[in-house]
């Protein structure tokens, strides 16, 4: 009786939570940008790997053997989820900050970089040298492949790298990856996809948009935190210093009278996964991004659903302002940040969960540039916004509790409040 309805992977289940008024309720998970839920069969593939979990690359026993082969397959469904080339590395990371610091420690000395100053801060932050270029971004998409093409105008001879994400983590608004990167390539720029925020609501391709590089997280893909990838090029990765120094990254150590001298691995993903890895953060990863892969169009029509239902919801609540990155309501995926009038963001954060059981991100959501410059743009005071994001373990139920709250937050008029007590907020 299934036969046609997309089918949607389950997450797992999440706890009822206790409210200050005494009851409880299922908790509503409004902040799957952060991190997501994790996907039932996940859990329950982690269940049956645990046993044989094992040193990877450094064991002949048998738990080694199977640990090692799943790791190193792992790669392969990554280069798949990524739409990738086959001669590009996978370096498994802890989450997309990792991926973008191995490759900013990647790049050749003197590369200059191109990202826009609005852009999470594991995208803005980790480029140094004299030859970063932190660019505003304009208000239309055409006009942001512009200022990208303006700015690689003004490089040096040299390398070139520009830096954009896939879907903003504070808006959901799609950046408009394959033009840029069109862009990039007349001026012999590479280009390093975010895809933190879009890899788990849109198929990538790294082919199809034609870009070098790919950082993701595992725990924003349904999968448990500790485990992310950098994927693309190898040539700059196996020219770099290893990431890390230690173990599994060397070819031969030894005394070279008062020296020690090291070889270190020329593979791209061997040279920087130093230590023991995480075996079971990656096959996790692994397991969600196949499942997604196998399921997008029902992840899409879920999402959009509840994104209409969602935005339709908040356009009828007064003296709400939505923070948009772009005029003209551009395509986003299921996040969007707001602030209402008179309200601190925190405080409504916290009477959300208290009283209705529904967990939402307040502050600047590591993109303070972004965010404050939005908010002076609404009108509003402050440098902070309330972020709202949907997901896989979202429900209609849940767009509509919060819309409820808002709704009866906003008729208590301005005399509302709620207070820091013993760590805890109380109304
Ligand atoms: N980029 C974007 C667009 C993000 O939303 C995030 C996470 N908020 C990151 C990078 C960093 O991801 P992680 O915290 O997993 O390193």
Not at 248 to 257: F, L
């Amino acid at each position: 009786d299934r036969v046609g309805t997309p089918v949607v992977p389950a997450v797992t289940a999440a706890a009822s939570v206790p409210l200050v008024t005494g009851g409880e309720l299922d908790y509503a998970n409004l902040d799957h940008a952060a991190s997501a839920p994790c996907l039932a069969e996940v859990r329950r593939a982690v269940d049956e790997f645990l046993p044989y979990y094992a040193s990877v690359h450094r064991g002949a026993g048998f738990a080694s053997q199977v640990s090692t082969k799943v790791y190193e397959r792992t790669r392969d469904v990554l280069r798949r989820f990524a739409g990738a080339r086959p001669s590009d590395a996978v370096v498994f990371t802890r989450n997309t900050t990792d991926a973008l610091n191995l490759l900013a420690r990647s790049v050749p000395r003197r590369t200059s970089v191109v990202v826009f100053d609005t852009e999470h801060h594991a995208a803005l932050l980790p480029w140094r040298g004299p030859n970063v270029q932190r660019i505003p971004l304009p208000a239309t998409r055409l006009e942001a492949v512009s200022a990208v093409d303006e700015a690689l105008r003004a490089c040096p001879e040299g390398p070139r790298l520009v830096v954009v994400t896939g879907a903003s983590n504070v808006t959901g608004e799609l950046l408009p990856v394959a033009d840029i990167a069109a862009v990039a390539r007349r001026h012999g720029a590479r280009v390093a996809l975010d895809a933190a925020q879009l890899a788990p609501h849109r198929p990538i391709s790294v082919r199809e948009l034609d870009v070098d590089y790919v950082a993701l997280s595992g725990h924003k893909l349904y999968a448990p935190f500790g485990a992310g990838a950098l994927i693309g090029r190898a040539d700059w990765l196996r020219a770099a210093d290893p990431y890390l120094a230690g173990g599994g990254a060397t070819k031969s150590v030894r005394r070279n009278g008062e020296a020690v001298g090291v070889a270190w691995q020329a593979g791209a993903s061997e040279r920087h996964e130093a230590g023991s890895p995480n075996t079971v953060g990656v096959y996790a990863l692994g397991v969600a991004c196949e499942r997604l892969s196998a399921s997008w169009d029902a992840v899409i029509a879920h999402e959009e659903a509840l994104l209409d239902r969602l935005e339709r919801g908040l356009a009828a609540v007064p003296g709400l302002s939505e923070l948009r990155l772009f005029d003209g309501g551009v395509s986003r995926v299921g996040t969007v940040s707001f602030v209402l009038t008179g309200t601190d963001p925190g405080r409504l954060a916290a009477v959300l969960s208290a009283e209705y059981g529904i967990g939402v991100r307040d502050g600047a959501f590591c993109a303070h540039i972004a965010v404050s410059r939005l908010v002076a743009r609404t009108g509003e005071e402050g440098t902070q916004a309330l972020r709202v994001s949907l997901g896989l373990g979202t429900t209609p139920e849940h767009v509509d509790r919060l819309i409820t709250a808002l709704r009866q937050v906003v008729a208590r008029g301005p005399r509302w409040t709620y207070a820091l007590v013993e760590g805890q907020w109380a109304p």
